[in-house]
């Protein structure tokens, strides 16, 4: 079975300030993919970023970064330098080699204080 | 950009309504879903649709629910016969190649769905 678990429901942070959003996954699959998506206010859902299981090497994009820990299960997200666009709702997601189906977190809601 | 495209994007109807949510995905992929957001909560998955079948379903996709690519763009999901509890954000998402299952997951922008 599947699973992903944010454990942080609600984050609020100032402005400037990094925040890091947990993502613990479950799966039986040696092959699988995780992502993260973020939902701002408006209520779409937009594709943040995409990681295969057998590539544990981190990534930055501009203010966004990425942990992959295959040991612990943990594909963690960190904001550098926050800005209130950033705030939304940010939800991780698995999906098998062998699956059809992804499975989403129950999310992340952020909240940057200017 | 190609993205998908939901209309309408606001529905509101009568419980026991039918109602029909329509989708246009991205123009070459082929594996088509249904996902819903009830208010505050996760996003769970319904249904997905490949080669003219549902390829998988969900508990919550039951006989009230119904999909259809009636033609090469659309893809719809229909309820037959709406309940409060079918209030929601309805989301259509495509993929690209079967098989590549690293593929993301393009979404629409959502059809909430209210019902009273």
């Known amino acids: 079975a599947q699973k992903v678990t944010q454990a942080q429901t609600e984050i609020s942070v100032v402005e400037k300030e990094d925040v890091t959003l947990d993502c613990v996954y479950e799966?039986?699959?040696?092959?699988?993919?995780l992502f993260w998506y973020k939902q701002p206010p408006s209520g779409e859902l937009v594709f943040l970023i995409r990681?295969?299981?057998?590539?544990?090497q981190n990534e930055i994009s501009g203010r966004y970064s990425w942990n992959f820990q295959k040991s612990t299960s943990s594909f963690n997200f960190t904001i550098t330098a926050s800005q209130v666009v950033d705030s939304a709702v940010y939800f991780c997601?698995?999906?098998?080699?062998?699956?059809?189906?992804?499975?989403f977190g129950t999310g992340t809601s952020l909240t940057v204080i200017p | 950009e190609p993205e998908v495209t939901q209309t309408p994007s606001h529905q509101v109807t009568q419980m026991g309504q039918e109602v029909i949510l329509r989708c246009v995905p991205i123009?070459?992929?082929?594996?088509f879903y249904w996902y819903r957001q009830i208010l505050g909560q996760k996003v769970e998955f319904l249904v997905s649709?490949?080669?003219?079948?549902?390829?998988?379903k969900s508990e919550i996709f039951d006989d009230q629910f119904s999909v259809e690519r009636p033609d090469g763009s659309n893809f719809t999901l229909k309820i037959r016969s709406t309940k409060l509890e079918d209030s929601a954000m309805y989301f259509c998402?495509?993929?690209?190649?079967?098989?590549?299952?690293?593929?993301?997951?393009?979404f629409g922008n959502g059809t909430r769905l209210t019902v009273t």
């Open positions: 998402a495509s993929k690209t190649l079967r098989g590549r299952s690293n593929s993301p997951l393009h």
């Open positions: 649709f490949y080669n003219n079948e549902i390829s998988e």
């Open positions: 123009s070459n992929h082929l594996y």
């Open positions: 990681r295969n299981s057998f590539d544990e």
């Open positions: 799966t039986r699959d040696t092959t699988y993919y």
């Open positions: 997601a698995l999906i098998s080699n062998t699956g059809n189906q992804f499975y």
